[in-house]
Each structure stands twice: as C-alpha cells, then as structure tokens.
C-alpha cells in the first residue's frame, strides 16, 4: 500500500491506537502536552481517521506530532480504547522514513536524541552513562552531579559499582561480544537503517540551512537543532 | 448497597492486585537507576539476597532495552522488542522464568511486548525470526513480570519486622507525611498490571503505610513528573519537562511533605533536579528554610528503614539534602564522610539559592 494511511497502518502501533475516535475530548483534559504546548490530541486523532492524504502530509512535516511526551495517560482514559500515544509514535516513524522531519524545529530534533542516547545504546550498551551526561549540555543536573561526572571511578567504587569492570554488577563496562549482539540486532530489525535515515536527511537540511555538519558531536547543526527554540509552541504565549 | 458489602469491596479490589512471584528472579537493570542511583540497584540485590533470602541473577550480559531510545521515536518498535526479546533468551538460558525489573519505562514495554504478542501472534514469530538472524539465541517468555518494587511491596512486613528505624518523626512521634509517585509506565499503559492500578497507587503506598509512614493524597498526585522522553532530552525542550514537576511541587507544598518517594528511576533523578533548578531559576525552594523537599528511591527507603549507612546507599548523589530527613528519623551520620571517597577530591560547589 503507498498512501500515506496506508503506510500506517503497516504500523502495529496504529492499528492498537485508533479504533474510532469520537472526539470527546478526554485525552486533551488528561494531556500534560496539551496544557504546555499548542497541541491537541483528539484533534490530532481526528485528523487522522479522516484518512485525507493531504492533512496527513502536512501533519507528517508538521510541529505537531513532536509534542507528546509519551506519558500514555490518554491510554489509560481514552473511553474508546484508543491510545493516541500510540498513533504519534507511527506518525513519527513514518515522518522519519520519508524524510519529512527535518520540515519542523521539533522533527529535527531527532538528529540530536540520535546523536547522543542513540549512539550511546552502541557505545556502552546503555541508554545514559556518567560519562555521557556532560554538565555542559545538562546544566540542570547541578553541581552534585557535575562532582559525581567529574569523580565518576571514585564515586561509583565508593559506592560497591562495577563501573568500568568486566563483570555482573551496578554500571559494568558492557562486553565487546554483547555490543556486537546490540548492532546486530539494529541491523536485522531496521535500528541501523532508521539511523542511517535520520543522519542522511539532517545533512541534507545542514546544507540548505547552511550549518557545518559532520561525525563529530556536537557540531554547528547538532547544536542548533539541539538549543533552537522559535518560542512558537506554547499555548497563550 | 453492594459498594458497602466489604466481601464486594474486596474483591472489587482483588481486580487491582497482580500476582508477584515469590522467588527466582533474573534481574533486569535499568540505565537510569544505575547512573543516578547506583547504590540503589546494588542496595536492591542486598536487600533481596540477605534481608530476605531470595535469589536473584545478575547477569553481566543484560544491556539497556533501548527504552528511552523507543520513546524518543529514534528506533524502531521491531529493534527495542528483539532487544527484549534478547533479555527473555539470557533469562531462558539461565533457568530463571520470573524477572525483576529496575526501571518503570522497561517494565512498561516488556508488558507491552507481552500483551502486543497476545493480540498479534505473528509479532511474536517475526521476532523470535529477528532474534534467532541476529544472535542464534531462543527465547521461551516470562511467566511473571514484576517491577522490582513489587517485591518490596509483597515483602514489606518482612522488611518491617527487620528495620531498625521507621518512618516516624522521632521528635514528635508523628508519621511522617510521604508524597509516592509511581511513574506514568508503571501503571497507566496496562493498569491491572500494576498494584492499585492507575487509580489507586498503592506499590509505594503499601511501604509507606508497613513501615510507620502516612502517604500524602495531594490533587497532582496522578500527574506525570514530565519526562517526557524527547521533551527532556533535547535542551530547547526542557521547559516542558521542568513545568511538569513545578505543577506537581505546587500541589504537593501545602501538604509539607517530608519526603517524596518515587518508583521509577528517572522520576527520582527529575523530582530532585528540577528542584535545584526552580530555586536557582526563579528562587522557589518547597520544603522548609530553604531546603528542598528531599527525594528517595524504595530502595533507599528500604535501606534507611533497615539502618543502612546513608552514604553508602548514595544519598550523597541527590542534588536535594537528605539530612532533613535523616534527622526527623533519627538515623545518625557523619557529614565529613557524605562526599568521602578514596582519592582526594574537591567537595561539590554549592548552588546559589537551593539550601543544602
Ligand atoms: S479520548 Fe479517545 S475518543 Fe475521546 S477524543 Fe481522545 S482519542 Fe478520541
Ligand atoms: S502520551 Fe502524549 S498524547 Fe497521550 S497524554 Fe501523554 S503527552 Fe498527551
């Protein structure tokens, strides 16, 4: 199938999370989303169900659906067993598949969350790790945790960590051969295209953008994407 | 009336227990837990293996399940399912059927998983398919998924009848009043798999209560602390995130909590950092002289419960003091030891407003 809806519902996510919408309004009253942002998802949900390609398109390359933080308080609520956390997450897949993401401020964020906690996935085999969260890009962490990035083998051997050590236990350095099993799986399951994906179109949009782009991180266009905000999300402002 | 009828009530309530396994756990660590609280997961094994005679695997082999990555919508759905898929084959391999889960974010999607096989049969074959390409390894599935505070929670009066402090302000004799937050994925994505469900949190609750506590029932109680996935991991998205845990702090403040407790790790890490930031951006500190109200995960909890030294379960690592607290429960410490390790290196700075 090549619509746009089509495309969707090659989605498991999308089959789940759209039954019939009714447009009650629930999930809105429940969004943290929608009390921050210029966001609406029973709007959203709605839009969808209309199966209009065009409306598709647009919210495909929109700010739009890169506003849920995925909290799933409408699954929980929604009286129609929709989940419209669940419809995002197929929306955004597709918006990365077809290179629409890089349209909108929020879409290319995606450059930056691949950048840092996807590579680190293949680097430590976690999805955070002390040497990753630099004080620099995380100034909300504080000073204790400037201290803690600072003294990481200290503090993590005071506290009995098996931090950089080959063996079980709190932060152990993952094994080479168990790396190797995490790319593998990338490769197989589509991990590694969806990278290779979201690095071809960010350098394309660094080009037109005119932002140096290369393997380093940061570079000029990760930091944009990363700090850039054009203050035209929030509701009331 | 049926609603007053307490068999009716109870079994009403039986719809919000699940079952948590008694033994025989192979451990599922979560990245966030062990970077912001790793004396915690490592308090958890002791905990588990010498407080209450279980066992329990800790496997070098397990990895991050690329949850934060799923999200955050930079990998696909196929990818973070084999990588559990991989964790399911690791607990096969070694004998285990129940897992323990560190990390509410995990615990969600490894339901997800489960109850996505039981309505799509032939997810389930594609990823026994991906896994077997991509690693030869084989999988049989959980029989019980518990989060690792649903242990706790099914072991709380061992842990009471063990403790050598409780959670009583040992000045006044009164409990002291605890805000619990058991994490957006613990509960709201599969509610009957979660203690109390969505509407009625009771994992932490049920500690609380067995270990002297009142548990503090505050409007926001419910509300997302405002993770957010790419909404705290991008820096030009961080207002979100912040503004969430601000609403719940406002709504929490008038109660004068003396802790927070929290299920899910990066829950823990927010409700404490947020904190330092709000005072440093706008001078608002929410517990007393300028303190901020102090964070626990249940393991720390437990751990203070039964006369663990603070320092070594890494309370020296929250940005948000403890020792408010550690007073109020008479748990004796030594400060010059709080930022002790072996080398000599200079203590944290202090931030500008928040109080510690
Ligand atoms: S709660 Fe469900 S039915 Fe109501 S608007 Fe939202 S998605 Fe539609
Ligand atoms: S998951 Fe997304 S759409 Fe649903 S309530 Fe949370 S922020 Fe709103």
Redesign the interface.
């Given at each position: 199938m090549s619509t746009l809806y089509g495309m969707l519902l090659t989605d498991v996510r999308f089959v789940e999370g759209l039954n019939a919408c009714m447009n009650c309004g629930v999930c809105t009253a429940i969004c943290p989303a929608a009390e921050f942002y210029n966001y609406d998802p029973r709007k959203l949900l709605n839009q969808v169900q209309l199966k209009d390609e065009s409306i598709i398109e647009e919210l495909l390359k929109s700010e739009t659906i890169w506003y849920c933080g995925q909290c799933m308080s409408c699954k929980t609520r929604c009286p129609r067993g929709n989940t419209p956390a669940f419809v995002v997450q197929a929306l955004r897949k597709l918006s990365v598949k077809l290179g629409f993401f890089v349209e909108s401020e929020k879409g290319r964020q995606q450059f930056a969350i691949k950048r840092t906690v996807g590579e680190n996935i293949l680097k430590y085999g976690y999805c955070v790790h002390p040497e990753a969260v630099a004080p620099s890009m995380h100034p909300e962490q504080g000073p204790v945790w400037q201290w803690v990035h600072e003294n990481a083998p200290s503090v993590m051997e005071r506290l009995g960590a098996s931090y950089q050590k080959q063996e079980a236990g709190t932060l152990r350095k993952i094994a080479i051969e168990d790396l190797d099993e995490l790319q593998s799986i990338f490769d197989v399951t589509g991990g590694t295209e969806m990278f290779e994906t979201i690095e071809k179109y960010s350098a394309q949009q660094a080009e037109k953008m005119k932002l140096e782009f290369n393997d380093q991180t940061p570079n000029e266009y990760f930091f944009n994407v990363y700090t850039e905000d054009n203050h035209n999300h929030q509701r009331n402002l | 009336m049926n609603s007053q009828n307490p068999l009716h009530t109870e079994s009403r309530w039986r719809k919000y227990q699940k079952e948590i396994a008694d033994d025989h756990y192979y451990y599922a660590?979560s990245?966030?837990r062990?970077?912001f609280f790793?004396?915690s997961?490592?308090a958890f094994l002791k905990i588990m293996r010498e407080e209450l005679n279980k066992d329990i695997f800790?496997?070098?082999?397990h990895?991050?399940c690329?949850?934060?990555?799923y999200?955050?919508?930079?990998?696909?759905?196929?990818?973070t399912?084999?990588?559990i898929a991989?964790h399911f084959a690791l607990m096969t391999e070694m004998g285990y059927q129940n897992l323990a889960i560190s990390c509410v974010t995990s615990f969600?999607l490894y339901t997800e998983l489960l109850e996505?096989w039981k309505?799509?049969p032939e997810?389930e074959t594609k990823i026994h398919e991906?896994?077997w390409?991509?690693?030869k390894r084989e999988f049989v599935k959980p029989k019980n998924l518990a989060h690792s505070s649903d242990i706790f929670f099914h072991n709380r009066e061992q842990i009471a009848a063990k403790s050598q402090f409780n959670l009583i302000n040992q000045k006044t004799g009164e409990s002291l009043k605890v805000v619990e937050h058991i994490g957006?994925?613990y509960?709201?994505?599969f509610?009957e798999k979660g203690v109390g469900g969505?509407e009625f949190p009771y994992v932490l609750a049920g500690m609380v209560e067995s270990w002297g506590g009142n548990v503090v029932d505050y409007p926001e109680r419910r509300?997302?602390c405002?993770?957010?996935?790419?909404?705290y991991?991008?820096?030009?998205?961080?207002?979100?995130s912040?503004?969430?845990s601000k609403k719940k702090f406002e709504s929490m403040k008038p109660y004068e909590p003396d802790f927070i407790v929290a299920n899910c790790p990066g829950c823990s890490m927010f409700m404490d950092?947020?904190q330092?930031?709000i005072a440093e951006m706008e001078g608002t500190t929410y517990g007393k002289n300028g303190y901020g109200i102090p964070v626990l995960t249940y393991e720390e909890m437990a751990g203070l419960v039964l006369g663990y030294n603070p320092?070594?379960l890494?309370l020296?690592?929250?940005?948000v003091s403890v020792e408010p607290l550690l007073d109020k429960m008479g748990i004796p410490y030594n400060p010059d030891e709080k930022?002790?390790?072996?080398?000599n290196?200079?203590?944290?700075?202090?931030?500008e407003i928040l109080m510690v």
């Amino acid at each position: 199938m090549s619509t746009l809806y089509g495309m969707l519902l090659t989605d498991v996510r999308f089959v789940e999370g759209l039954n019939a919408c009714m447009n009650c309004g629930v999930c809105t009253a429940i969004c943290p989303a929608a009390e921050f942002y210029n966001y609406d998802p029973r709007k959203l949900l709605n839009q969808v169900q209309l199966k209009d390609e065009s409306i598709i398109e647009e919210l495909l390359k929109s700010e739009t659906i890169w506003y849920c933080g995925q909290c799933m308080s409408c699954k929980t609520r929604c009286p129609r067993g929709n989940t419209p956390a669940f419809v995002v997450q197929a929306l955004r897949k597709l918006s990365v598949k077809l290179g629409f993401f890089v349209e909108s401020e929020k879409g290319r964020q995606q450059f930056a969350i691949k950048r840092t906690v996807g590579e680190n996935i293949l680097k430590y085999g976690y999805c955070v790790h002390p040497e990753a969260v630099a004080p620099s890009m995380h100034p909300e962490q504080g000073p204790v945790w400037q201290w803690v990035h600072e003294n990481a083998p200290s503090v993590m051997e005071r506290l009995g960590a098996s931090y950089q050590k080959q063996e079980a236990g709190t932060l152990r350095k993952i094994a080479i051969e168990d790396l190797d099993e995490l790319q593998s799986i990338f490769d197989v399951t589509g991990g590694t295209e969806m990278f290779e994906t979201i690095e071809k179109y960010s350098a394309q949009q660094a080009e037109k953008m005119k932002l140096e782009f290369n393997d380093q991180t940061p570079n000029e266009y990760f930091f944009n994407v990363y700090t850039e905000d054009n203050h035209n999300h929030q509701r009331n402002l | 009336m049926n609603s007053q009828n307490p068999l009716h009530t109870e079994s009403r309530w039986r719809k919000y227990q699940k079952e948590i396994a008694d033994d025989h756990y192979y451990y599922a660590r979560s990245c966030i837990r062990q970077n912001f609280f790793p004396g915690s997961e490592r308090a958890f094994l002791k905990i588990m293996r010498e407080e209450l005679n279980k066992d329990i695997f800790d496997d070098p082999r397990h990895t991050t399940c690329t949850g934060i990555a799923y999200h955050s919508d930079i990998v696909p759905q196929e990818t973070t399912s084999t990588v559990i898929a991989r964790h399911f084959a690791l607990m096969t391999e070694m004998g285990y059927q129940n897992l323990a889960i560190s990390c509410v974010t995990s615990f969600g999607l490894y339901t997800e998983l489960l109850e996505t096989w039981k309505h799509f049969p032939e997810e389930e074959t594609k990823i026994h398919e991906m896994l077997w390409k991509a690693t030869k390894r084989e999988f049989v599935k959980p029989k019980n998924l518990a989060h690792s505070s649903d242990i706790f929670f099914h072991n709380r009066e061992q842990i009471a009848a063990k403790s050598q402090f409780n959670l009583i302000n040992q000045k006044t004799g009164e409990s002291l009043k605890v805000v619990e937050h058991i994490g957006c994925h613990y509960a709201k994505i599969f509610p009957e798999k979660g203690v109390g469900g969505a509407e009625f949190p009771y994992v932490l609750a049920g500690m609380v209560e067995s270990w002297g506590g009142n548990v503090v029932d505050y409007p926001e109680r419910r509300h997302c602390c405002g993770f957010g996935f790419r909404n705290y991991l991008v820096m030009a998205n961080r207002g979100y995130s912040v503004a969430n845990s601000k609403k719940k702090f406002e709504s929490m403040k008038p109660y004068e909590p003396d802790f927070i407790v929290a299920n899910c790790p990066g829950c823990s890490m927010f409700m404490d950092r947020w904190q330092y930031t709000i005072a440093e951006m706008e001078g608002t500190t929410y517990g007393k002289n300028g303190y901020g109200i102090p964070v626990l995960t249940y393991e720390e909890m437990a751990g203070l419960v039964l006369g663990y030294n603070p320092w070594d379960l890494g309370l020296q690592m929250h940005q948000v003091s403890v020792e408010p607290l550690l007073d109020k429960m008479g748990i004796p410490y030594n400060p010059d030891e709080k930022y002790k390790v072996k080398r000599n290196v200079a203590l944290p700075l202090k931030p500008e407003i928040l109080m510690v």
